[in-house]
């Protein structure tokens, strides 16, 4: 079997990156292959639990200046590839190539594969995340996309791609979950980092709308990041801070699926939308801006979920009052759908994929 190596920034953090990575990094490892993980930093307190087998080191002890140890960072992961006889190295996120691209220079045996977690209009505000797609569509055996949306992207504003691009979907985490959909809960619930890409600021001004509708349900906010206060502000100055729930980041996001009538997705833009799966994994209908990109692969609008026009907070106020008013037939046929559709994301048949590329 190979041997693979997962180049990714901290495997400490606790977002769905991470997550996916150590799902695919775990499953691969069950299947044979023998796996490394290489953070830029970190990583040695995994958030997710690693599967003993994997090898878990990182370039730096703690968190430095990557612009200022640039060619530093390439000389230790081409030293960490040789070394260690990688075979093949997957790097997560497309911005770490512009350190792989140099450091496999000449070592045309490797197969380098890009893995992208956003979406190609995404860069976050760093420009060197389209050189490092740009060096990933020409120097790369292959890339990775999340959804045939974004492989669209791909193809379509990049010429002459050298590198073979695949669309492999996240396994979803929960297989076979205790579940417990129902209206009677009351409650929308949203999970995910409290930052603008996730939109908890238009979620906000619609639940002012909502919640005079529907007075008697809440909305619960599972998350933690850099506009928390902000958040909480605009609740209180709409009024509406006795119905709006503020969770802290928790490992136990079970619970809160599992007393949860709906799930709703306000953000501005993804990369596949981790919550979508989980989501569906606990049968609940799915409120969702239709964003770059994810819930257009995910959810097709009143068969599994609602799709929602793009940051149109009017839009997302008269769907989320419709899936708090369907009929009890109405929500379990589109719980049940979510349930059986759940099982195309089980871990197993995503590792085919990804063993296919291998």
Request: charged share 20%; hydrophobic share 40%; with cysteine.
């Amino acid at each position: 079997m190979k041997n693979i190596c997962f180049l990714i920034g901290n495997l400490n953090h606790s977002g769905g990156t991470e997550r996916v990575t150590t799902l695919i990094a775990n499953g691969l490892s069950q299947y044979g292959f023998k796996v490394s993980i290489l953070n830029l930093f970190g990583g040695d307190v995994p958030f997710f639990k690693l599967d003993q087998g994997i090898q878990n080191q990182a370039l730096f002890n703690k968190k430095i200046s990557m612009r200022k140890n640039y060619f530093s960072a390439i000389w230790k992961i081409r030293k960490y590839i040789i070394k260690n006889k990688i075979d093949t190295l997957i790097v997560v996120d497309s911005i770490s190539c512009i350190f792989s691209v140099p450091a496999l220079f000449g070592l045309k045996k490797i197969q380098h594969i890009c893995w992208e977690h956003f979406n190609y209009n995404v860069d976050l505000g760093i420009p060197l995340r389209r050189r490092g797609r740009l060096w990933a569509a020409k120097y790369c055996s292959d890339i990775i996309t999340l959804t045939e949306r974004d492989a669209r992207l791909w193809k379509n504003n990049i010429s002459n791609i050298k590198a073979t691009i695949t669309t492999i979907y996240n396994p979803t985490p929960y297989e076979n979950p205790e579940i417990n959909p129902s209206l009677k809960h009351k409650t929308v619930l949203a999970v995910g980092r409290l930052t603008y890409q996730k939109g908890f600021d238009l979620l906000l001004q619609s639940w002012a709308h909502v919640s005079k509708l529907k007075s008697d349900w809440v909305l619960k906010i599972v998350g933690g990041g850099e506009d928390e206060e902000k958040l909480k502000a605009q609740a209180n100055e709409l009024g509406i801070a006795e119905k709006v729930v503020f969770i802290p980041p928790t490992k136990n996001v079970i619970e809160h699926f599992q007393t949860a009538s709906i799930f709703c997705l306000s953000s501005r833009f993804e990369g596949f939308g981790m919550v979508l799966l989980e989501a569906k994994a606990f049968g609940l209908p799915v409120v969702s801006f239709d964003c770059d990109c994810g819930p257009s692969d995910l959810i097709r609008h009143d068969i599994n979920g609602f799709l929602v026009k793009p940051d149109n907070i009017l839009d997302l106020v008269e769907n989320i009052h419709i899936a708090c008013n369907l009929t009890e037939s109405e929500y379990l046929k589109i719980s049940n759908q979510n349930q059986v559709e759940n099982r195309l994301f089980f871990t197993h048949n995503i590792i085919e994929k990804w063993v296919s590329i291998l």
